[in-house]
């Protein structure tokens, strides 16, 4: 299965610390997104990372991929109230859809 | 920036009624997708579209079917709704590469009685 599985499901943290989220897979990938979701809204895309590619830095966020491991992490830094949300990683294969996991509930605390 | 609505954020059926969501994409999108979202099992595909008429079923197509008459617009319609269809439901939209970010749309509340 191309689907990503989070870990841990539920992260709870106070304001200006890191969050770290992590993702597996199972299969072999062109890239990798990751995705976050506030309370009943749709989804939003943070960032893509190819598979040729180990790091990428988007504001305060950084993922990493690690193609041998089959893993990805994303780190949030200084973490803010507006940070809680769930967020959700999507491998991608050859193929046309992506496949989504049940996503890490992150609760940031004033 | 690329919106993506869909027509009601909440919706009531009883069971046995037709029932249709729509979708609507601004970006002249080619691919359309349609996902049911409930708790604990995440983000589960249903149907999707990669051109105008084309449409390939997801993972749960079962009591589901869609609609994809102009690019723009992408229906979902539950032929004779279930209760266990009640769920919420998320249409995104992509562009013709794969390495393309999906937009999703806020979704609908669906509520089967």
């Known amino acids: 299965s191309q689907q990503g599985e989070e870990d841990p499901q539920a992260l709870s943290i106070q304001e200006g610390e890191n969050a770290t989220m992590n993702c597996s897979y199972k299969?072999?990938?062109?890239?990798l997104q990751w995705y976050r979701q506030n309370s009943g809204r749709g989804l939003v895309h943070l960032i893509l990372i190819r598979s040729n590619e180990r790091e990428k830095h988007s504001g305060r966020l950084r993922v990493t991929l690690d193609t041998s491991k089959k893993s990805s992490s994303l780190l949030i830094t200084a973490s803010r109230a507006a940070d809680t949300a769930s967020y959700f990683c999507?491998?991608?294969?050859?193929?046309?859809?992506?496949?989504f996991g049940a996503g890490t509930r992150l609760a940031v605390h004033p | 920036d690329v919106k993506v609505t869909q027509s009601s954020r909440y919706l009531v059926k009883r069971t046995g009624e037709k029932v249709f969501l729509e979708c609507v994409q601004d970006m002249d999108h080619e691919n359309m997708f349609w996902y049911r979202q409930d708790p604990g099992l995440g983000l589960r595909l249903i149907y999707f579209?990669?051109?105008?008429?084309?449409?390939e079923k997801g993972d749960i197509p079962e009591g589901y079917s869609v609609s994809r008459e102009k690019k723009e617009r992408f229906s979902l319609i539950l032929e004779s709704a279930s209760t266990n269809q009640t769920s919420m439901y998320l249409c995104a939209s992509r562009g013709r590469l794969n390495n393309q970010p999906q937009h999703f749309g806020d979704g609908t509340r669906l509520s089967i009685l």
């Open positions: 999507a491998p991608r294969g050859g193929y046309n859809k992506l496949i």
């Open positions: 579209s990669y051109d105008v008429k084309m449409k």
């Open positions: 299969t072999s990938i062109n890239n």
